[in-house]
C-alpha cells in the first residue's frame, strides 16, 4: 500500500545514446541524479539536460516545475547532448549512418499506421527530416513515405504547441499565485484612527 505523504513524482530517464530508458519516482533533484546514477550503474557526477532540447536541470525550483514523466537525458561528463537526428549510429560498410534506425521505425508503421500518434517528439522529428527521395530505393513506396513525412510534420506541430501552451498556462499558473499572495498581504494591513 502506497503512502500518502509520499510527495515524488515519476520521470523517465534515458542514456546519451537514447538506447535505455528507465521511469523512476524522485522527490528532488538529488533524489533524481542518486536514483539515475544508480539505474545505469555510473559512479562518476552526471549532468542532467531536457531530453527534448538538451536544457541543462541544474536548480531544483526548475525541476519541481517539470511534468510528471517528463524525458530526462543524464550525461556522463565527457558527454555531451545532441539532437535525435545528429546522433551517428554505426553500421556494416554496406549500410548508411542512422538510416537503420528510421527503417525500422517506416516498418513499424507499415504495419500499424496509428501508431504514429503515440511517437516521441525525436521519432517524429526523424521522420519529418526524412528525405524520401533517398528511401525510395529501400522497398517503400513513395506515397506512404510522403504520407508519413507530412503526417509526422503535423503531430510534431501539434505537439509543440501543445507543450507551449503549457508552459504559458505554467506561467499564468505561477503569476497568479504570486498575486494572490500580494493581495493576502494587502488585507492583512489594518488602519488605525
Not at 536544457?55 to 531544483?60: A, F, G, K, N
Not at 517503400?140 to 504559458?168: P, T, V, Y
Request: hydrophobic content about 35%; some cysteine; proline content about 2%.
Amino acid at each position: 500500500m502506497a503512502s500518502e505523504e509520499y510527495t515524488g513524482k515519476p520521470y523517465k530517464i534515458i542514456d546519451s545514446k537514447r538506447e535505455h530508458k528507465i521511469g523512476i519516482v524522485a522527490t528532488s533533484l538529488s533524489d533524481f541524479m542518486t536514483k539515475a546514477q544508480q539505474k545505469f550503474d555510473i559512479s562518476e557526477t552526471i549532468k542532467v539536460v531536457l531530453e527534448s532540447d538538451g536544457t541543462e536541470i541544474d536548480e531544483e525550483d526548475y525541476f519541481d516545475t517539470l511534468e510528471n514523466n517528463t524525458l530526462i537525458m543524464i550525461l556522463r561528463p565527457d558527454q555531451k547532448w545532441s539532437p535525435y537526428n545528429d546522433i551517428s549510429i554505426k553500421f556494416t560498410d554496406d549500410q548508411i549512418d542512422g538510416t537503420q534506425s528510421l527503417n525500422s521505425l517506416i516498418q513499424r508503421l507499415q504495419n500499424d499506421i496509428g501508431q504514429i500518434a503515440f511517437l516521441g517528439g525525436c521519432d517524429l522529428e526523424l521522420l519529418s527530416d526524412m528525405d524520401p527521395d533517398g528511401l525510395v530505393d529501400m522497398a517503400f513506396d513513395r506515397s506512404f513515405l510522403d504520407q508519413i513525412k507530412e503526417a509526422s510534420g503535423r503531430f510534431l506541430h501539434e505537439k509543440r504547441e501543445a507543450q507551449d501552451a503549457i508552459n504559458l498556462l505554467k506561467l499564468y499558473h505561477a503569476s497568479t499565485i504570486g498575486q494572490n499572495s500580494s493581495k493576502k498581504n494587502c488585507f492583512t494591513i489594518t488602519l488605525k484612527n
